[in-house]
């Protein structure tokens, strides 16, 4: 039963001497309103065949586990172990020397323990040991194992849905573990017991029944972009009409389908249309497709296989539509999927070319057997071939810094390709603290799912993106940065908040929006706007347009 | 010795007692790391924590400028707004000055004692504020987050119509009205 | 598990390890015992059991290509990449290997230096984590250095590598020690080394909260188990001097699979042997694999080049998609209303539904 706390309780919270304290094991997770995500709704589960879908609640005493749940997880385990070498050679070599402890950001915002990636792995570990090795079956606690219980279930889907997948405590693992790849096993495990939240469950039912996350029906889809060309008009005068599932494209593209609802993805998103209207004249044949229409792949926070699933409509629908090669907009783990997982999942893609810029001749051989481009890669071979007339001065009212995403860059090695399109459309650009950067990144405290645009959990978020909050707020103040660039939408859709509750006074932006802006048009109207109708520096007098 | 010259004498030592009752909030675990760990990007929470409660001290002391004793408790209780604590618990630190300074000065009962308390208490009010603006702000966020998820969607889509921002006679009429 | 008692087990299964053979040849004379049939059978353990435990690793397959890329991938050829970190091909993947293995780079990328400034002053900080990868580096190499100096034991004529080894690691300390000139051997630095890092590994575990905290059993014991080898190792160096000719003979007998028992080698001798057969024998079921695991890792042993050299998943399967034509079947009137081109004509929608 719960009691008051007593004032002297409340100031301090634990008096136990540590000595005869228990330890992590024995200390079941407390699931806690604000970190948690709603757990996945039937529907979502049904509509794309998961197993043991139902209404439940993680604050329920009862989560309705099918009777035989533990042989389901073991035997789940194990198949994994025989599938995945990286879950086998994880799971025994770990010799908690601490030294990705205090790397994670959830970690490092919460203090919470069991935010650690070592322990977070150590959840499956213990579990591991005293079911498979021989010393933990034998010696049990004294050989670091223990047993799959309610309560174990419980604190493994609490942890493993606070994991962002962000893999920075892999880059300083001296045997590169990498609590990603146990938490996206893990995940699957409880996905077969219908455990999954809400927040990844939905995305990934409407991603494959309507192609984007939202369920956004085609017609509608194409509606936003009508939208988006009325904007673009009022703001250039000009008329940058869009090509949809047009077959005989030479290129076909795909962006997360965050760009096309929420801001300011938005801006990023009209973006993206007015450079493929500003290359149009100069030979640039590009559809884009409502079926295909999310990069961003919310099966890889379910399973493998959903991730597969999802990933097929990209090939699928550039073969339906007879293009060259795609090209893939500004996103985070699309990109991470599509660097090391696409062409192992769906390809070979035969039916598609070796992909060359049809503007610079340039070949993308680091695209080779994929066959897809990462359109910041693109922009960037354009505008060192010098083929964008570029108004840098109209993003001078922007102090810009660069938060790199997590998979782009540890799961890729994006990095300086956006860093190169940012200084040749911006005056100023200023990067943050060396470790919060590059491979050191830190995440957003949203990503993959562990709480993507989901309001139930925002004190998970905000704590977790508190280290990428503090280094902004360190460029903020030393330099006055005002703009936060990224190039993944998830940042897009949440990095805002996370600013708002810093950093007060940090707008986000994907870096096309600025390339967007900088573009200068034969014949044109005079611009005194950015895109999203703020005027244009110098031009604050101006009339509004 | 005035209380003011005893607490600046004592400053150094109370500070210290002060950080390390707020870092003891935290779990045994972890606390290792919010004291040792100095890089300010790399372990966030401990650095705000040293610094501010440095920086509230002294304002404390000086006790003109609520402003920056503002600032203080909003850098502090911002983070804790949204960590695992209750709200008490968010802000209990503010009290814990009492004690510390009691343990530091001997338990003697004088004017300015009474008056220095009476000052803390004051804090404490502040930081109930503080606290309830931050989570005030949090709700303000999932609220936005929903509203900009589906509202901006169906205006677009064309599916709803808002009232223009220049209705004429409108919005100031209904403004007035009470209900 | 509480971490007071996971000392306290851990300590008395290396107290258990240390009285066996004290028992076994002190008391019981079982010298063919721990003098042949155990280091033998800890032997065949070590090795088939790292082998086994690496066959098992290598019948998982690696479905995908997931390396963890900590630099700038191959890309245009005006873009500085980082050939190390982010390897394109085998070459880039042997060399990070190499420095992963030989100067534990990632654990050294944790090193921080900090350059702060304490009231107006700058200042240079080390972070603890320069500790770690310095405790780590100096434990795994004085251990490789004492282990290729006891090749003087079981080799004959002794190489010359093991001999300059031994000239090299005791020079340093050569008219430094204190015992110089008592009639005891020169200290070895790396048996010094060897103790000061396990002592500060050992005592991090106990110190830090953090690292306290996800301490097992089985970080304690391996740490306590290698201590005791040290200490045993080093009392019969500086103390209970035994006779390393008989010692020689029983080492070479072994080798060369015609073991002898000499008699007149002290205890602490079989004590010695017997804590370094149960830690080997302990090695392939223990977190001590991760000495062969690195070289299995899939974060660290894979080139980033999945975008143009393909990776085939052995275990591939064909999954339920949700087709184009089940998509235009569900969505064709709208499609066709906002103009959007469709693979059939209205009237289709009306046929897939007759047929319903």
Known sequence: MATTPKPQETAKIDHRPPLFEKGWMDKPAEIRPGIYCYGSKPKNLEYVGMPYPKDWNPEDEDWQLPENWKEIIEEGFKDRLDRFRSLKVFMDICVRCGACADKCHFFIGSGDPKNMPVLRAELLRSVYRKKFTTGG????????????????????????????????????????IDTAEVTILGRELTNLLGLNIDWIAAPVANCYRTGNHLGIQPHAYKDMLDFFTDEIEDITGLRMEQDMNRKGAEILFVTPSGDVFADPGTYTCMGYMMLFHYLKSIGLDITWSTYASEGGNFGYFTSHEMAKRLNAKMYAEAKRLGVKWILGGECGHMWRVLNQYMDTFNGPPDFLEEPVSPLTGTKFENAKTTKMVHLVEFTADLIKNNKLKLDTSRNDNLKVTFHDSCNTSRGMGFLEEPRYVIKSVCNHFYEMPPETIREQTFCCGSGSGSGLNAGEDMELRMRGGLPRANAVKYVHEKHGVNMLACICAIDRAVLPNLMDYWVPGVQVTGVHEMVANALVFEGEQKRTTNLRGEPLPGMEDEEDV | MSLKNLLSEKRSSIIKRWQDAIVSSYPKDSRGFLKRTKSQFANPVGCIITKEIETLYDEVIKGDNADKISSCLD????????????????????????????????????????AFDKQVDEILLMAFDVYSKCRQKIYEIRVREVKNQVGKLLERANLIVEIPEQAPGLRDDNAKTSL | MNFFLSIIFSSFAVLVVVLIPWIGVGALDLRALFGVVIPYAAMATFFVGIVVRVIDWGRSPVPFRIPTTAGQEWSFPWIKRNPIDNPKGLGGVIVRMLFEVLTFRSLFRNTRLEYRRVDGVPKVDYEWEKWLWLAAILFHYSFLVIFLRHFRFFMEPVPGFVTLLQNLDGFMQMGAAPFNGFGLPGVYLTDMLLMAALTWLLLRRVLYSQIRYISLPADYFPLFLILALGFSGMLMRYLFRVDVTKVKELAIGLFKFSPTVPDGIGVIFYIHLFILCVLIAYFPFSKLMHLAGIFLSPTRNLANNSRFVRHVNPWNYPVPTHTYEEYEDEFREHMIEAGLPVEKGADATAESEEKE
């Open chain 1, 137 to 176: 079956k034998l010696l049990g606690k004294f050989g670091g194992g223990r047993d799959l219980t309610e309560d174990v279930l419980k604190e493994w889907w609490y942890y493993l849905y606070q994991c962002s997948e962000c893999r920075r405590c892999s880059v300083f693992c001296p045997y590169g």
């Open chain 2, 75 to 114: 850098t502090i209780i911002r983070i804790r707004a949204v960590q695992d604590f209750t709200p008490s618990q968010a802000v209990a630190f503010v009290l814990q000055l009492k004690d510390i300074i009691r343990e530091e000065l001997g338990n003697n009962h004088s004017p300015d004692m009474d």
